[in-house]
């Protein structure tokens, strides 16, 4: 049995690693400052943790001056907050949160874990994928490390990222024509998915829905051939399984998504963010019913996030993990050597 991480001999292994993360958040920090970008803190408990139906939230109770209960969530995301300080006036911000997922915990995975999320108002998207380059440069100089890596892995953190579309990524390493089963509409057609993956060699299920066999497709066909060598953006995402970002103004079939890989390992989720809230509703109330026909539960709606979205002016977005970009800097085995204080 390993030792507890606050064991003398465990933290002398630990400390360099936990040391490297230090200085990668303090350039981190110092980078953004010299953008004029603003530092935000929001809190961790809100009305809703999230509308996505695959991310599962802690439930908390909060009882009031009064003795009544009332329940809260802690966030999976502070992405609500920061995008309500948009449409309060803000135009760069940026912030390291702890936030929380439940049924998540592995080599990759932490219930608990940081997050850096920094929006570019009136930036294209495409700027985030400059950032996400710059910030793996300076990952890989923090740590005094000239690759990243994972396992037996390796990526070059100053070699420029590769581009590619999911619809690319699928027809390269699956042999699927992803955009053949998606309408003109946007909307996913699963009998014309699951004809092209059976044909491929990848079981389904007759109960499998057109998003359940992309995401066995693109995590076991796909992710693992991403950020080899240098570093992948996977890009144009589907429109439905980007339920924040806007359409591609050329093909609404895709989205303003995007997916930072490097040394097989998923870093990073940016859009061109959605503004328009009623159709912000329309996809949350879509998501929450899936969470409910898949989990039985279903999470509430953050009304004042979709009432400042009528306010918030067109932006650009994106989440990182922070602790994985730490894993990979020093190439630590597992995300519970980088976190200062592990959950039990």
Same mark, same amino acid.
């Given at each position: 049995?390993?030792?507890?991480?606050?064991?003398?001999?465990?933290?002398?292994?630990?400390?360099?690693?936990?040391?490297?993360?230090?200085?990668?958040?303090?350039?981190?920090?110092?980078?953004?400052?010299?953008?004029?970008?603003?530092?935000?803190?929001?809190?961790?408990?809100?009305?809703?943790?999230?509308?996505?139906?695959?991310?599962?939230?802690?439930?908390?109770?909060?009882?009031?001056?009064?003795?009544?209960?009332?329940?809260?969530?802690?966030?999976?995301?502070?992405?609500?907050?920061?995008?309500?300080?948009?449409?309060?006036?803000?135009?760069?911000?940026?912030?390291?949160?702890?936030?929380?997922?439940?049924?998540?915990?592995?080599?990759?995975?932490?219930?608990?874990?940081?997050?850096?999320?920094?929006?570019?108002?009136?930036?294209?998207?495409?700027?985030?994928?400059?950032?996400?380059?710059?910030?793996?440069?300076?990952?890989?100089?923090?740590?005094?490390?000239?690759?990243?890596?994972?396992?037996?892995?390796?990526?070059?953190?100053?070699?420029? %990222?590769?581009?590619?579309? #999911? /619809? $690319?990524? @699928?027809?390269?390493? =699956?042999?699927?024509?992803? *955009? +053949?089963?998606?309408?003109?509409?946007?909307?996913?057609?699963?009998?014309?998915?699951?004809?092209?993956?059976?044909?491929?060699?990848?079981?389904?299920?007759?109960?499998?829905?057109?998003?359940?066999?992309?995401?066995?497709?693109?995590?076991?066909?796909?992710?693992?051939?991403?950020?080899?060598?240098?570093?992948?953006?996977?890009?144009?995402?589907?429109?439905?399984?980007?339920?924040?970002?806007?359409?591609? %103004?050329?093909?609404?079939? #895709? /989205? $303003?998504? @995007?997916?930072?890989? =490097?040394?097989?390992?998923? *870093? +990073?989720?940016?859009?061109?963010?959605?503004?328009?809230?009623?159709?912000?509703?329309?996809?949350?109330?879509?998501?929450?019913?899936?969470?409910?026909?898949?989990?039985?539960?279903?999470?509430?709606?953050?009304?004042?996030?979709?009432?400042?979205?009528?306010?918030?002016?067109?932006?650009?977005?994106?989440?990182?993990?922070?602790?994985?970009?730490?894993?990979?800097?020093?190439?630590?085995?597992?995300?519970?050597?980088?976190?200062?204080?592990?959950?039990?």
């Amino acid at each position: 049995m390993t030792d507890p991480w606050w064991t003398p001999a465990r933290h002398e292994t630990r400390r360099p690693l936990l040391l490297a993360r230090n200085r990668l958040q303090a350039a981190l920090r110092a980078w953004f400052a010299d953008q004029d970008f603003l530092e935000a803190d929001p809190s961790g408990l809100q009305t809703s943790p999230g509308n996505e139906a695959h991310l599962h939230a802690f439930t908390a109770q909060a009882i009031g001056n009064d003795g009544q209960p009332r329940t809260l969530y802690l966030h999976t995301s502070p992405e609500f907050a920061l995008k309500k300080l948009l449409a309060a006036g803000e135009t760069r911000l940026f912030s390291f949160s702890h936030v929380w997922r439940n049924r998540e915990r592995g080599p990759l995975h932490h219930p608990e874990f940081t997050m850096l999320e920094w929006y570019r108002v009136g930036a294209p998207y495409e700027a985030l994928m400059e950032d996400c380059a710059a910030i793996l440069r300076m990952a890989a100089e923090a740590a005094g490390a000239a690759t990243l890596r994972f396992r037996d892995r390796t990526c070059d953190p100053f070699a420029p %990222p590769e581009r590619l579309s #999911v /619809a $690319e990524a @699928f027809g390269r390493h =699956a042999g699927i024509d992803l *955009l +053949a089963t998606i309408r003109p509409d946007g909307s996913p057609d699963a009998s014309a998915l699951r004809a092209q993956a059976q044909a491929a060699g990848e079981a389904t299920s007759p109960d499998d829905t057109w998003s359940d066999i992309l995401s066995k497709i693109l995590t076991t066909r796909v992710e693992p051939h991403l950020g080899h060598g240098r570093p992948t953006i996977l890009d144009r995402f589907p429109a439905a399984e980007a339920a924040l970002a806007r359409r591609a %103004p050329d093909d609404p079939r #895709v /989205a $303003e998504r @995007f997916e930072l890989y =490097a040394c097989g390992v998923e *870093l +990073a989720n940016g859009f061109g963010e959605l503004t328009d809230s009623a159709e912000q509703r329309h996809r949350f109330e879509a998501e929450m019913a899936e969470k409910q026909r898949v989990y039985g539960e279903t999470y509430p709606l953050d009304e004042d996030f979709l009432a400042a979205l009528a306010h918030m002016p067109p932006a650009s977005g994106i989440a990182l993990g922070f602790d994985r970009l730490v894993m990979l800097a020093t190439g630590a085995p597992r995300i519970d050597e980088v976190i200062w204080a592990p959950v039990p």
